[in-house]
């Protein structure tokens, strides 16, 4: 990926298969370490599955979702001395508290860092392709304060008007745009 | 900045309108955004086709979605073209300035613009 707001892309996306209802992105940047987290409320995986998504070659027909984005993140990680973990609990064995959480660490000064790239395009994509459900980007730094709640959203839009929109997803972009360009 | 107070006022605007989704001749366009897609370049593709289709007028019967992956990542970024009655245009190796020639050309002028389309590059 030529930039991790790609990968933030490509990992939330497992969320919204997953069925979840509200989507967690957030970035903090602190001492050369930016950490990302990305986490849901989805239908979470069993042990024996999040054994196995860290493995490319793991994946099988039946469990193809998972595929090659968390190798990709992992890589994009790794390459900078950073870490990938997953924790998530099933709806079969946490039926009141289940979901997915996937935290990555990235040391920024290094030489293979990925840049961060165009996380407002990144969100308006993910809304666009589901616009029901909620997601909370939140992205901060010693200069960056930089936030986004659908749910908030959603009170003023009311019923009628689809987070989907045109005009509200222009407004997402636009929001986001000059939040980032407002912290600089 | 853009405020809430600004998102109202999307609200208020978007409230006369008669919004007529789902018919049933819509032309839907489809964009791959698996892993593969998303490697290749698909975000700036759904976002051109987005705005171009909004740009051309043709929000009320164009829709533009997303799916996983078609199976053809070597081709990535694909972009399926569904219109009643017509045969499936299937659209490869896609970029922003792509598809904003099969939004003017096959969208909005009927005419598929047969030098992207898988047939043509397979």
């Known amino acids: 990926m030529k930039e991790l707001s790609l990968n933030v892309l490509d990992i939330a996306k497992n969320s919204v298969k997953a069925r979840a209802t509200l989507i967690r992105i957030s970035l903090e940047e602190r001492a050369g370490v930016l950490t990302l987290v990305i986490a849901d409320d989805g239908c979470g995986m069993k042990p024996e599955i999040l054994e196995g998504v860290m493995n490319p070659f793991y994946t099988t027909r039946t469990t193809r979702k998972v595929g090659m984005g968390i190798p990709l993140l992992k890589l994009a990680a790794e390459q900078t001395g950073g870490s990938v973990t997953i924790v998530s609990r099933h709806e079969d064995d946490h039926p009141d508290d289940h979901g997915t959480e996937v935290t990555a660490t990235f040391h920024t000064d290094h030489i293979d860092f990925t840049p961060i790239g165009d996380l407002p395009s990144t969100m308006e994509t993910l809304i666009m392709g589901s616009p029901d459900i909620d997601f909370l980007f939140t992205h901060h730094s010693e200069k960056l304060h930089v936030e986004l709640d659908t749910r908030e959203m959603r009170e003023i839009l009311g019923p009628d008007v689809p987070l989907d929109s045109y005009e509200v997803i222009e407004w997402i972009g636009g929001s986001l745009r000059e939040q980032y360009e407002a912290s600089i | ?122």
């Open chain 2, 1 to 122: 900045m853009k405020s809430l107070a600004e998102l109202a006022a999307i609200r208020d605007k978007m409230k006369d309108k008669v919004v007529l989704r789902e018919g049933t001749n819509d032309t839907r366009i489809v964009v791959g955004m698996a892993t593969c897609g998303i490697a290749a370049g698909a975000r700036p593709v759904l976002s051109a086709f987005v705005e171009s289709v909004n740009r051309e007028g043709l929000a009320d019967r164009v829709t533009v979605s997303q799916t996983g992956c078609i199976g053809i990542c070597q081709y990535e970024p694909v972009v399926e073209v569904f219109q009643p009655g017509k045969e499936k245009v299937t659209y490869v190796k896609m970029t922003a300035e792509k598809a904003d020639r099969v939004v003017k050309e096959h969208i909005k002028g009927g005419k598929v613009v047969e030098e992207y389309t898988i047939a043509k590059n397979a």
